[in-house]
């Protein structure tokens, strides 16, 4: 089956530093790959989407010079938190979709905790 | 996100009961729908997916569309104690020239021994 693979998955940084959390399609190629947020006892929010070759579009309140996402292959992208605060704490997860299919296939997450 | 809504729970059932989770999506654009199982501090896992109109069957798990009414739901027979998890309706679509991959709020199941 389709494998993600979510790097790392905790993560605790100081506040004001910045946090490189890489996604990647381990068995298929993803031309988009999807970054979502979760707080604890909430749902998944989408805060971009990444597409190989171009910038990545994100949604509306989030902000794309604190979360930088490259996609530089059609196996990897990264989230790049910047300047960290303890807000930013959260579950971060990444998903990736295939070319021939819809369904998109879920990295572990990563758990990051800012102090 | 609003384009995807469905009831928090927590939704109860004994033991062998269907358990029966909906989920409505606000925009007709909406392409494929799929369903996702999370349990706490893990990543959700699929389910099921369905892109047609009408019952999709996956063992105990059904999957039903309605593009019309702009509802998908998911009915689980003979329910099990580890079915409980948090249920995630999930739509995909092109919004814009974007391609879009949005999450309901999730509906917690409980099945009772």
Not at chain 2, 62 to 91: G, M, W
Request: aromatic fraction near 12%; charge should be neutral; proline fraction near 4%.
């Amino acid at each position: 089956g389709a494998v993600v693979s979510q790097h790392p998955s905790r993560v605790i940084c100081k506040s004001g530093t910045s946090v490189k959390i890489e996604c990647r399609s381990l068995d298929f190629q993803a031309t988009t790959m999807f970054w979502y947020r979760q707080f604890p006892k909430q749902s998944l929010m989408l805060m971009a989407t990444s597409n190989e070759g171009s910038k990545a579009t994100y949604e509306q309140g989030v902000e794309k010079d604190k979360f930088l996402i490259n996609h530089a292959s059609l196996t990897l992208s990264t989230l790049t938190v910047t300047s960290a605060h303890p807000e930013d704490s959260s579950f971060y997860i990444c998903s990736a979709k295939p070319l021939e299919n819809t369904e998109a296939f879920f990295g572990q997450g990563t758990r990051l905790t800012v102090v | 996100q609003k384009e995807v809504e469905q009831n928090s729970g927590p939704l109860s059932v004994p033991e062998g009961a269907i358990a029966s989770l909906n989920c409505t999506y606000s925009d007709r654009v909406s392409q494929s729908f799929f369903w996702y199982r999370q349990y706490s501090g893990k990543s959700p896992e699929l389910i099921m997916s369905i892109y047609s109109n009408g019952d999709k069957e996956d063992g105990r798990f059904t999957a039903q569309l309605n593009k019309a009414s702009q509802y998908v739901s998911l009915l689980i027979r003979d329910s099990q104690p580890s079915d409980s998890a948090t249920y995630l309706c999930a739509v995909n679509g092109v919004w814009g020239n974007f391609n879009k991959f949005y999450f309901g709020s999730g509906t917690k199941l409980n099945v009772k021994p």
